[in-house]
Structure formats: C-alpha cells, structure tokens
C-alpha cells in the first residue's frame, strides 16, 4: 500500500530550508527516546504538620527528576497521544504558609503548587495569596506543547508543533464583606509551526500542502463587583477581550497533486496541478467587549436568580494570497486574492430561575432563559486568476440565532430513604440565514434566505433509594421530541434510560451503572438516521488499612449508528447516489486497575494497568472480501475501528529520611491500529520512566 | 468510643461556615445559651483543631466579629452544649452532616456559600437532583487538595461515579486531565450551571459557560470563536460536540469518526436540495467520493470551525 504524504518530511525539509540543521539533530536525538505520564509522585514527605516560623506554618515540598522515553514505532502517533520527552524536571513543587492566627501582616495564606516545570509537555502553576477580609489573588499558568501529525483529517497535509501558553488571574478584594471588588485577566497564545494546505487555481483542484508559522494571541481584562444588600446577592461584570492573529503562509516545498492523489478512476484525467509559488498573510483582529449581571437571593420559601449577558463581538480581518505553478490541465497557473472585510456578532443571553420549597421535603424550580445572536458581515472578495480578473464581490452573510426555553423541575424527598424528581423542558429555536453577493461593475444582486424552527420537548423522572445507609439507588429516564432538528444527526426523537448502584463503606467502595441513549432522527428528513449507545460501568475501591489500597473499573461503551446518505460518486462520473448508508459501530471496553502497597513501612509500590480496546464489529478487515462495489467498499472500510491502547506502570517510592524519598517508574504505551486506515502504520510502543528525588526542607 | 465518635463528627464536617440558611428545614432558634464557642470543642477533637488554622473556615474565628452562630465548629455544626453535657454522640450534634440528608446539607452550606455566583444554580443540579450533596465531593476536615477543600485530587474525586468518563480520557486522544493540564472545572461547573445556549439548551447539563454564554471549548480554543462573516452553523447552534468528543476519543483530534468524509456525510446527506437556501446542503456534484482527493474533504475545507473570506471554507 501507498505510504501517504509525510508531513514529517515536509517539516523537517523547512527546519532545514531555515538552517534548521542544529534543531532537526536535537529532534534526531529526542526521537531516540520518549518519557512518562506517571509522575509526579504524590506520596507524602517532610512533617506532616508543617514547620513553623514565627508566626506562620511553612509546608514544602519539591520532587526533582529525569524523565526518558523510547519510542519504537510511529513517534507523531505518540507525540499526539502522549508526548512525554526527555529530561530534567521539576515533577512537582508545592509550597503552603498559613498564619496560625489568621493576622499575618501581608498575607494569612499561600499555597503554590506546580507540575512539570522544565519543558514537560504538560506544565502548571497555581498560586492563590490571601490575607482574610482584604484579599484574595488566585493565578493559574499552563502550557501544552501540542503536536498533532493530522493524519485523519487531510491525509497526511496538516500538522502542527505548537505551544500553548494560558494564564489567568483573579484578584478580589474585601473577600469575606458585603461588598466585594474583582478584577481579572486572562492571557491565551499559541505559537509554532504548522502545516496546512492549499486549493489554488481552479475548484476541482487538490489540496496541497503550505507551511505556517502560527501567530495568536487573545487577551482578556474583566472588573467585577459582588454586593450583598436586603438579602439580594448583585454581581455585575465587564470584561474586554482582544483576539489577534498574524500568521503568515508560504510554499512548504514544491509537491505535485498527481503524487498525493495518483487517479484510482479508470480514463480519470490526472490533476496536474503543482504549487510553485505562495504567500499569503491574513492579519485579524477581534474584540468581544461584554457585561454580566447576576441577580441572587434566597428566603425560607424561595429563591430567585436573574443573570443578563450581552457580548458585542467584532472582528476586522484581511488576506492577500498570490500562487503561482500549474493548473490542473497542465498549462502554467497564477492566483491572486485579495480579501478584506469586517464581522460582527452581538449576543444577547437572560436567564430567569425561581425556586420554591413549600415544604421541607419539597423544591421546585423553574427556569426561562433566552438567547439571541446576530452575525452580521461583509467580505469584499477580489480575484485574477491566470491573468483574468475576476473582478470584486463583495459577500454578505446574515445569520440569527434566537432560542427560548422554559425547564421546571421538581425534587420530593417522600422519607429519609426515598426520593423522586421530575422535570419538563420546552425549547424552541429559530434559525435564520440570509446570505447575497453583490458584483459591483454589475447592477444585480442575489439573496438566498432560510428559516428553520425547532422545538424540543422533553420530561425526564427520576427515584433515588437508600434502603440502607450505604447503599444508594438511583435510577432515570429522560424522553425528547423535537419537531425538525437542524441537522440530521441533532437530538430528534430519544430517550434516555440510567440506573445506578453505589454501596459506599469506609473501606470499600462499589458502584455500578448502566446509561443509554437511542435517537432516531425527527420526521420529515430526507434520510434517515438513528443512533444507540450504551455504557455499563462497575468499579470498586478497597482501602482496608494504611499499607494496602485497590481500586479496579470495568466500563464497556458500545455505539451504532446508521445514517441515510446521498452524495455524488461514480467510476466514471460523478452520479447522485442515494442507496447507501453510512453504517458505524464501536465497541469499547476499558480496564483500568491500580494498586498501592507498603513494604516494611519504608517504600511504597504502586502497580496499574489501563486498557481501551475498540473491537469494532469484529470483523478481520476493514472492507469485507465478498464486497466488489467500490462505493460500497468503500463505505464498508469507515464503518468501525478497531484498537487497542493499552498503558501498565510501576511506580516505587522509598523513605531515605523523614524529609526525603527516591522515586522510580517505568511506564509503557502501546498503541495498536487493526485496519491501518490511512494507509499508514501509526502504531507505536514505549517505554517511559523517571527517577526523581522528592524532599521537604 | 461514643464520645470520641461523636466529637469527630462533630467537626467533621465544620467549616462551611454558618448553617443558619433561612431556606433549611426548620430548627430551633438559634439561643446564644447554646454555644459554648470553638475552645470548647477542641478539647476532645485535638486532632482537627491543630490544623483548622488552615482550613478556610478558620476565618470566621480570626475575624473575632461573627456571631456564635457563624463562628467556628458551631457555625456548622450548631451549638455544642447539648453535645458536651451528653458527654458526646451523634445524635446530640444539632448538625451532624454524616447523619443529614443531602438537601439539609446542601442548606447548611448555602447558608454562607450561596454567596458565590458560581453556585447560583446549585439547586437545580443534576448532582443536587441525584442526592450528591457538599460532602460527597468536600472534606471539610481531611481534604487532599490546597484549594476547594476537595475528598481526592479532583480528576479522581469525579472518577470516583464517572467512571465511564475516566475510560475516555485514557483513550488515545484526549483532554489532558490525567497529565493535570486540564481540570474537570474547566468546561464543567459540578455546582450547576446556566442553561446552554447551544443545542436544544436541555442537554448537556453542567457545563460551565464561556462569559458570553458560549460553549466552554471557546475559552481555550479561541481561535475557534470568531465572529466569523461565514460561521459553520451547525459549529454555532449545535456545539463542538456535532463533531467532537470532548472528553476523549479512539480517533485522532477527538473526532467522532475515523474517517473525515463520515463525519461530513452523515449531515451534508441531501437534508436540503443542494442549493444554499434550504438547509444542509449536500456534497458538491463536482465531487466524485471515489476520487481520494474528495474524501480527504478538510484539506480543500480547511477553515471548517468560521471563515472571513470564502463560504465555503477554503480559506
């Protein structure tokens, strides 16, 4: 079979067309080995009970280690799934101060806790200052260096490499007072290489691949203020967000359509369209300025809760893009765009919420809530392609989003030992779209309009029964109809069935449950479509003393669905076909079993094993051999799955002293595909560790 | 035994500061005579008071300005007298939270806790409807985490019923709750939340909305936001989860389906009649699906999630 476009080659060849040469033997080195997912290591050290300095309590923990990984297989599969590399961390950091009084001069409280410092894929860091009746500061950093090689959605052409930076921070002041002060910010930025890829020339092209450096950056600043008067609860918030992005796109090396997509029709004329030249630029820029104001009180009999939102939401935007190579037919191509435009989106939301209690037993709540959205934009769109201009049309799209529903439940605990609940939802939506372009050096104009409505109700009733202490039944059921979904495979006619068993001691914990859903599509769609899931659960939990802990899940989650089809398709020409249906079933059971247990009251071993395996409908290959239409053949290769991902690890944690512990473990991935669907083997396996030295000082 | 039981639980659950919610069942009245003050307290439970300095609830004893009601071990738990004079027991605990039914738990702490905007809706939760209560997920006096007051970590504290929710972030692609990247919280508000603006806003439930009431995916994913002048509309009303798996999936980028041209299928299947004015339209008839380059439909339809300049995604 094929080996698909490599996007990895792609990559590689433009960190090399960049003088990459230096990075692509880091990444060499780095691809020799991988890393875990096990740490960082949450036994305990140092004095339980702090040490203390004047007149604070300091607790401090910090666990420094190496992380290592060998990756046998496809690493952009692992690097997607799992990501872990080589190195020296910071696994784990953790720092409280508390005041033993409550009266500490600048601050009562500190508790700093961070995860994976030192380029783990996954790092964090929480801080939250407090010093009580004044302030209260909360901040939470993350990063997520994200890889994704794309496989499934673009054959191979997308990938990205990126980092994700977020942050937020929250300050209240007068925390504990009747009135109270909140300012805020957020930070969200992605940064790094990508590659995407590109239909230029004419519509019936191909997709070829261009190269990115991904460039956005979204800021966000909020003040709030919370007051407490006549037993009402007012918030009120504003917030500004501005959203920036300026990433630029060129030529990711010069690749021929004919080679990504070789003609598998029979007399098909070969597309030889190849990208030879490309720029493009498409700065935009948002903002979504918003108010939030919350109403909220609560008496003996009842409560009330308004909330109004309204979001204004702009964006201004332009491209320019200019291809040059060969057109389809082969003869010499050029392209040149120019887009330039601005939308807008305001957003209004209310929520109305009354909850009775007639009686101690007794709580009834209902609930109003509106939504209504408005996008409203024009694009101003200019071509000349191969020297023929085009000319400017100038786009415009109208889209009106307005929902209201009304939801009552009620909650009636008839004994200590039995409890029902009931509800009823009505939802209706209106959908409407209008659309039009407009060529200036013409006087015409052409207007599409659409309008769709749906209204969705739905009762749901519920019994909870506790016939003895720990034990716990819960059981649910939820009915919905809806008269015309906007999509096929939207809630239409379901319901729901739930039933759930927990039997809770000290000691021991087990639980079971069972959920499905069924829903078919509404009348009146032109296809059919149904879908029917259902997921058993059972686990328990065994924590018989200080020295021994079990805890094991079993979860099987099944899904099929059969949907209607029409689509174009032929082995010579494309023909409406409308006899197909697009069938998909999975089959999931997963395991999950973890262990913990001390050894001579010095080291700790933690022992797990997770399992997710797919087995699809059990077939043994993706299209069944007796199939010969290639539609069909097709079709039949998409309609399950199979795989397996399966992860055991060993974690030993061993006390050298009252405030220090060595720490090992080794973990290992493998990640097994049955049909190799893409063409492409992505299975993978690894064995990934750490080492590390947690101490309390 | 029955005395050092009884005090445990007394403090066991304290710190949700005071109990006193007008909506709660009714108890007596509150009598200054039956308040005997924290002091009293600690001389049994000497366990819990060493540390309560660190508990947040502790701030109702350094603020020295709260009435006996709202102050310390009987903030929660109620007046202690009886308690103490009964030389201990459960039964002589006005609020002993282990012996309490969910709903008279949930009333004790909104009686200070009802406060915060991000419980506004606690009363019509589904895990307030289900009997999960404070206590089922909040440790008041042994919680293993810094902040919140959590039982466990709170990945595993929500494992602990979701189980089939664990199994699907360990599948191959996936949130990274398990690598602490990502919390529950995140995109989930177990207190209740306001009612979704997309779908049919019945379900999901619980979702911890973006400000502007948007689905949570955008407060991370704002690249995604837009406005755009040509929105996917079924991205905008029906939610990422028309597509997507949020919590995890066995199909790359948390897809649905394995394969991109399914997924794209299953809703653009001739629902309308190809023309832009009557609902989803069907795939182009210029696309031939036996063609590869047609299946792969996101390398042509690359700005799927909102574009500004091409309505049908291209760019």
Known sequence: MRKPFD???????????????????????????????????????????????????????????????????????????????????????????????????????????????????????????????????????????????????????????????????????????????????????????????????????????????????????????????????????????????????????????????????????????????????????????????????????????????????????????????????????????????????????????????????????????????????????????????????????????????????????????IAFFAGYAYTDRLVRTEEGFAIPAFASTTNDAYETSNRLQTGRAGVRIKPVKPLTVTLNGEIGRANNPLTPISDGNYHTLGGRVDYRVKKLQLSTSYGQVYNVGAPGLVTTYSSHSRSYTASASLAPNSWFALDASYVKMHLDTVTGLQFFAGPIRPQLQSDYSSFYISNIHAVNFGSRFEIAKRADVYVGYSITKDTGDGRATAAPANVTDPIQSLLSGAQTFPLTYQSPLVRVSVRISAKVRWNAAWQFYNYGETFHLFGYDQNFNAHTGYTSILWAF | MMRVAAFLSLLCAAGVLPAQNPASPPSPAPAASRFVGSNACKTCHADVWLNFYKNPHFKSIASGQEPPERTGCEGCHGGAKAHIEARGGKATIPHAFSLMPPQQVLEDCLGCHARDLSRSNIRRSEHTQNGVACTGCHSIHHSATPKYLLAKKQSELCYTCHAAIRSQFEMPSKHRVNEGFVQCTDCHNPHGAFTATWRMAQRPRMIEQAMGGESPCLKCHVDKRGPFVFEHPSVRVEGCEICHSPHGSMNAKLLKRPVVFTLCLECHNGGGDGTRNAGVDIQSARHNLLDPKYQKCTTCHVRLHGSNSDQYFLR
């Open chain 1, 7 to 417: 996007i990895r080659e792609v990559l590689w060849g433009r960190l090399a067309t960049c003088g990459g040469w230096s990075i692509r033997l880091l990444l060499a080195c780095a691809s020799l080995s991988a890393q875990q997912v096990v740490a960082p290591t949450p036994e305990p050290v140092g004095p339980a009970r702090g040490e203390n300095s004047g007149n604070y309590n300091i607790t401090q923990s910090f666990e420094i280690g190496y992380r290592w990984s060998l990756v046998n297989g496809d690493l952009g599969e692992y690097r997607s799934d799992v990501n872990y590399r080589n190195g020296l961390r910071l696994l784990a950091g953790s720092i409280t101060i508390n005041s033993k009084d409550g009266h500490g001069h600048y601050f009562d409280s500190i508790a700093l806790n961070t995860l994976g410092l030192g380029n783990d894929p996954y790092q964090s860091a929480s801080l939250r200052i407090e010093k009580n009746r004044l302030y209260r500061y909360d901040m939470l950093w993350r990063l997520n260096d994200y890889y994704n090689p794309g496989l499934t959605v673009a054959g191979g052409l997308h990938a990205m490499d990126t980092i994700r930076r977020m942050q937020d921070h929250e300050i209240t002041l007068l925390p504990q007072s009747h009135f109270r002060v909140r300012a805020g910010y957020s930070r969200d930025t992605q940064t790094g290489p990508a590659l995407s890829s590109a239909l230029e020339f004419d519509a019936t092209g191909s997709g070829l691949p261009i190269f990115s450096n991904v460039r956005r950056e979204w800021n966000e600043y909020r003040v709030g203020a919370d007051a407490d008067f006549a037993g009402f609860k007012f918030t009120i918030l504003h917030r500004w967000d501005f959203y920036k992005e300026d990433t630029p796109y060129s030529l990711a090396g010069v690749v021929a359509a004919s080679a990504l997509n070789p003609p598998l029709i029979p007399g098909a004329i070969t597309d030889a369209t190849v990208l030879q030249g490309f720029q493009r630029s498409e700065p935009n820029h948002g903002r979504n300025p918003g108010w939030l104001g919350n109403l909220f009180s609560s008496r003996k009999r009842w409560a009330l809760n308004a909330r109004i939102n309204y979001t204004s939401g702009r964006n201004d935007f332009a491209l320019t893009e200019a291809a040059t190579g060969t057109g389809r037919l082969g003869g010499a191509a050029s392209r040149q765009i120019a887009v330039l435009g601005d939308a807008e989106r305001p957003m209004l939301n209310g929520e109305f919420t009354v909850s009775l209690f007639p009686t101690a037993r007794l709580t009834v709540v209902n609930s109003t809530a509106v939504s209504n959205l408005r996008i409203i934009g024009p694009s101003t769109y200019s071509e000349i392609n191969t020297g023929t201009d085009l000319g400017t049309s100038v786009f415009f799209r109208y889209l009106r989003d307005r929902l209201v529903t009304n939801t009552t439940t009620a909650n009636y605990r008839v004994t200590d030992w």
